[in-house]
């Protein structure tokens, strides 16, 4: 603002030379005063002196009121983050996580510093927002969850322990050789590794007394050196680590949408439908059937009911009679008369080269041909039907719908007309709505139908189951042990999506745009809280030569251990590079980081190896950061 004042003030003097402000002016000065303020470099500071204040003043109201009204705060930084993110510079951005996080932290770094305005909005509200992200992720890859246990579970431990163990000796060798006071390397490690329990850990080590501060120095003084080192390099970290996995791919050569796509084939065992509850499940694909409409001329047609139609001709199934421009009831069984336009759906192939000469002219009236096609799963549960197949099904009641996959046990099997269909097995159908919940009551189910709706029940109980085994914790030798809420959360989601593909009777209703909302919504809220209480401690940390060390160590622990970890991956353990990257991301324990992947290569299967090296490293991180202030 002085900068400014101090130009346009100078424009005015410009100004003067020209003699056109003095027009404004009526009448020579009185003082000495008048005549300074009579001057347009007098005018303008005098405009200035009033509106700085004024503008000082309204900035600090605005911080002040994010302050007040924190939920303004978090909308504020989605609202800036994502658009910020969405700016590309050759192919390259930041993604709406890392911009949210940026936003976040200048905004809180400007009130602190400028205001004396420290923000601290309360942890549950981030807590609850990553769980839910979690869960939203687990309802999406459970399935493929398990298959990438067996196919590389063994990989993505490797690459977990590669992950953590460059990070714990690049932190704590790091800090020791630039000579940095006690508590700096286990700040290092929990920022780098964005794992706040880290800091925990390492006060809880000091607490019990198992390590005791040098004299000259007290616990406190530690305490803040661990926070500083915290502060610095988590920020650092967490946007470093964003674009270093969302690139991963990339930077080694790698097509990752390509990989993506080969990836999933590989874990879906080449299935090419989604299992049962998964997302995109219910949503109509190309199909060689059609609805056609014909006017009824021939004799074969003409004088006999529906049902004895059905049964001559049962892959060619009548679904609506128009007669004088009105539906008939087909529950009635009406006989076709001449004029009636009846509407089949049938193979195209059949309609045009058998069923015109069968049936009549073919129709365009709009009411007989405007019939609407829904998908739905239908769980096998009539120990009458088992045993029989497609073909046979076909022609016992299930009449005007397609078969369009089966699924058992969650896996996809091939489909022909001989296909066996068993108790528990779960057929994809697609065909109208009546036709639908007919066939699903002969098969001993329930038509389940795309539906806008989401089952919160299932959602807060199997949240909460998770959220229960991820705080049970284990002490030994002074070391808490514990799965974590995080890691028991997304596995409450794939075991909810893991059950519905047997059965998508289970788990309730869960509308994918509501999943996907969730899944992205809660992670970007996540990072908008969590940057208003980490910006004040970056401020505190800023001073001397000591924070360059603890940007250039935090961010070299942050990124050279995932950067090895992915090459091993590809390279020795002969990985997908999305899958690799997802291990490493996992390894890494970076939430925003699994999200950029899973946006580079607009899929979720980054995410089958997550839980895996996830869980494995964020206990071994705890031992790590005990180990690292004992040793300090």
Known sequence: MVELRSFLRAAGKSAAQVSLLPLLFVGGPASAQDAATSTPEGVIGQIF????????????????????????????????????????????????????????????????????????????????????????????????????????????????????????VICYFG???????????????????????????????????????????????????MAAAYAISYVLSTVGII???????????????????????????????????????????????????????????????????????????????????????????????????????SNVHDLIFDERELIGPESDNLLA????????????????????TIAELQSHGTGGVEVQALFRAGNELPLGPDSDVYFGDVLRLTGPDAALKAAAKQLGGRAILPTMKSDLLYLALAMLVGYLVGIITVTISGIPFAFGTSAGVIMAGVGVSYFRSRNPDFGGPVHEGARSFLQDFGLNAFVAVLSANVGPKVISALGGDTIIWLALIGTAGALI????????????????????????????????????????????????????????????????????????
């Open 49 to 168: 002196d009033k509106i700085e204040p004024v503008t000082e003043a309204g900035l600090h109201g605005f911080f002040q009121l994010l302050d007040n009204q924190p939920i303004a705060y978090v909308l504020l930084a989605l609202a800036l983050g994502t658009l910020i993110g969405s700016f590309s510079f050759k192919t390259i951005s930041l993604g709406s996580t890392a911009g949210t996080l940026l936003v976040g932290v200048v905004l809180s770094m400007i009130a602190e510093a400028a205001y004396g305005i420290t923000y601290s909005i309360p942890g549950i509200l981030s807590s609850f927002m990553l769980l839910l992200f979690m869960y939203a992720l687990g309802l999406k890859v459970g399935p493929q969850f398990f298959s990438g246990l067996r196919k590389g579970g063994l990989a993505f431990v490797g690459i977990g322990l590669i992950v953590w163990s460059l990070n714990w």
């Open 175 to 225: 800090a020791k050789l630039m000579g940095l006071a006690p508590g700096y390397a286990t700040g290092l490690i929990s920022g780098s590794y964005t794992i706040t329990a880290v800091l925990g850990v390492g006060q809880g080590a000091m607490a019990s007394g198992a390590y005791v501060p040098p004299e000259g120095m007290t616990v406190e003084e530690v305490g803040a050196n």
């Open 243 to 345: 674009l270093l996995i969302r690139y991963l791919p990339r930077i080694f050569g790698y097509d990752a949408e390509a990989d993506a796509k080969q990836a999933e084939a590989e874990y879906t065992g080449g299935a090419i439908h989604p299992v049962p509850g998964a997302p995109g499940a219910l949503t109509m694909g190309p199909s060689p059937y059609d609805l056609r409409a014909f006017n009824v001329t021939h004799d074969r047609f003409l004088g006999r009911s529906i049902s004895q139609l059905a049964a001559d001709f049962p892959h060619v199934p009548i679904l609506r009679v128009v007669r004088d421009q009105q539906i008939v009831d087909l529950a009635s069984d009406p006989v076709i008369v001449a004029g009636d336009i009846v509407t089949v759906r």
């Open 369 to 388: 041909r405007n019939v609407p096609l829904e998908v739905a799963d239908v769980h096998i549960g009539s120990h009458a039907v088992s045993g029989k």
């Open 561 to 632: 251990p995932p950067l090895v970890a992915f090459w091993i991956g590809v390279k020795v353990f002969g990985l997908n590079s999305v899958i690799s990257d997802g291990a490493t991301t996992g390894g890494r324990n970076s939430t925003p980081g699994l999200n950029a992947i899973m946006e580079e290569s607009k899929s979720s299967v980054a995410a089958v190896p997550y839980p895996v090296s996830y869980a494995l490293t964020t206990v071994l991180a705890l031992i790590g950061g005990y180990l690292s202030m004992i040793l300090s």
